[in-house]
């Protein structure tokens, strides 16, 4: 890369479930000076990435890469029950050594999924999930609802990349799909909208079964649902059955209220009756980051997608039991390794005091400010940024990270890896220690 800049195209973003991998990059003097096409996530966050050196810090203290090292295996040496937690801002070579590390450690490893988007995944296991990719929504469909999610704000080129796009089926773009925003209240996105229902906060529940007795002919005895007029609720039924293609995205709006996962089970048997009418399809707006790729390749590792013991060498599943949330507030971990701190400000108040009680291995990202003084601190490379990697989109598509910047930082797989071979060859060969 020259003084004069350097233009890259066709760059992934992982600042979002849409990982948009279309971006263009201006890169001067080994910075990213500017991000077209325009986006508020991405034009915010790739210009501040840097390339400093590796920092690393013990007990507060500057330290080598191999200090660090040694320090953070003996804490997991002479940990009886450790927890792995995070994940999603780092890329599937991190997420397949923070398994790798839980397996050989025998510890509790968790998603940042735990804390968001956990009641669609049990949802799905128990009733199932009518989907497909993004390509194929932006191909096919002529009706696009989001519930409980406001695009504009939490994934700003969704609605531009996915509904606004001309399609094989849809050739007129978004003259030829009608949009519909079902939320608690008004946002940008619904301003956008054809069509927009306003339900009653805790009410999803209560309007999607009423859509269900819609679609299979019941009588709804109540004018009203949720705030909802019943004429609404028909028209929304009668468009979504008699549509080509309908397409479904759901936010956390929708676990925000009432049982949480009993709300999405209830959108997915939705979407399920409506393929005996016409084809339609669920996607779940995944937060920012790669939270997708933590929970593929938890899945394709050890067969779950998050909350997963490794304690009895084999893995087991059991979302509460084995959430970071659950075991800090219970007091069942005495060693933390996050991988990324991302999630824990969505962590109960007592389940962070734990944390900061017992030792704690972080891994963060050059430029973040950690939200926790851990015992040993890794700064790591980004993925996509400074090394290249994998990023799961929403619809659980892998995209391939380019390496953009030059930096001496290790990578989070890289760190995770010489703990492993530490603890390791501290086994193999007990007398050297």
Not at 120 to 132: K, Y
Not at 323 to 331: K, Q, S, V, Y
């Amino acid at each position: 890369m020259t003084d004069e800049g350097t233009t890259l195209e066709n760059v992934a973003c992982t600042m979002c479930g849409c990982v948009c991998d279309d971006l263009k990059l201006s890169v001067i003097d080994g910075r990213i000076a500017a991000v077209s096409p325009g986006c508020a996530l991405a034009e915010s966050w790739l210009p501040g990435q840097c390339c400093g050196s590796p920092l690393t810090m013990v007990e507060g203290k500057t330290a080598s890469l191999e200090q660090a090292v040694e320090r953070a295996a003996e804490l997991l040496r002479n940990a009886n029950s450790p927890l792995i937690y995070g994940l999603s801002s780092s890329s599937t070579p991190g997420q397949r050594s923070a398994v790798a590390l839980a397996d050989l450690v025998g510890a509790c490893i968790d998603t940042t999924a735990s804390t968001c988007h956990a009641p669609s995944i049990v949802a799905l296991q128990g009733v199932g999930e009518s989907t497909c990719s993004l390509g194929e929504i932006r191909n096919r469909s002529d009706l696009v609802i989001y519930w409980g999610s406001n695009p504009l704000k939490s994934h700003p080129r969704h609605i531009e990349r996915f509904v606004e796009a001309r399609g094989l089926d849809v050739p007129a773009g978004r003259a030829g799909r009608h949009v519909v925003v079902v939320d608690v209240k008004r946002s940008e996105s619904a301003d956008r909208a054809d069509t927009f229902i306003q339900v009653e906060p805790g009410k999803d529940f209560e309007v999607l079964w009423t859509l269900r007795g819609l679609l299979s002919g019941l009588p709804v005895d109540r004018s009203v649902v949720g705030v909802v007029d019943q004429s609404g609720l028909v028209d929304l039924a009668d468009r979504m059955k008699s549509c080509r293609y309908g397409a479904v995205f759901f936010g956390l709006g929708l676990t925000r209220h009432g049982i949480p996962h009993l709300n999405v089970e209830a959108l997915l048997r939705l979407v399920t009756d409506l393929n005996r009418h016409t084809r339609f399809v669920v996607r779940r707006m995944r937060i920012p980051g790669d939270v997708a790729g933590a929970d593929s390749v938890l899945c394709w590792q050890t067969g779950y997608p998050f909350s997963v013991s490794l304690n009895r060498t084999y893995p087991r599943y059991n979302p509460g039991e084995f959430t970071a949330n659950g075991l800090l507030e219970r007091g069942e971990v005495d060693a933390a390794v996050l991988v990324g701190t991302e999630g824990v400000g969505k962590l109960s108040d007592t389940a962070r005091a734990r944390l900061r009680e017992i030792p704690s291995i972080v891994l963060e990202h050059s430029g973040v400010e950690s939200s926790l003084a851990g015992t040993v601190n890794f700064q790591t490379a980004v993925y996509g940024v400074h090394r290249p990697g994998t990023a799961y989109r929403m619809d659980e598509t892998p995209i391939p990270l380019r390496k953009v910047l030059d930096s001496d930082l290790p990578a989070d797989h890289e760190v995770l890896d010489e703990i492993i071979n530490r603890i390791v060859e501290t086994r193999e060969h007990p007398a050297k220690t």
